[in-house]
């Protein structure tokens, strides 16, 4: 987690000084991150795809359309999600329900939606 915060593995794609470069810097520097990293990308994957949505939130509007509150730890979230501080960097998951585990979960689990009075 300490090397991937302090090189930036997630926050390249995120920095506006490489401009087009960005995400090219980014996916090259997990590409060759992989290897080495035990199965780490799996979690810097999920925390590129949460900065991402945060990000394009924030450039639509749509981060407005929240109460300040949640705006606020949206805010805070992509900070840390794509900070080089290793103590201040957080990893994202995939927050999903997972009665076996692992990464099939085809068939393992079921997930339900339902809509709230409000």
Do not use: H
Not at 76 to 86: D, F, G, H
């Amino acid at each position: 987690k300490e090397f991937s915060a302090r090189e930036g593995i997630v926050a390249y794609g995120y920095d506006d000084k490489y401009k087009e470069y960005q995400r090219i810097l980014q996916f090259v520097r997990i590409y060759l991150f992989n290897p080495s990293s035990g199965l780490y990308t799996c979690p810097l994957a999920m925390t590129d795809g949460a900065s991402c949505l945060i990000k394009n939130m924030k450039e639509s509007g749509d981060l407005d359309k929240f109460e300040p509150e949640v705006k606020a730890q949206l805010e805070e979230a992509y900070k840390r999600l794509t900070s080089r501080n290793p103590s201040e960097f957080w990893t994202s998951g995939q927050w999903m329900t997972e009665v076996r585990g692992g990464s099939d979960v085809s068939g393992a689990a079921a997930t339900y939606a339902l809509k709230e009075k409000g």
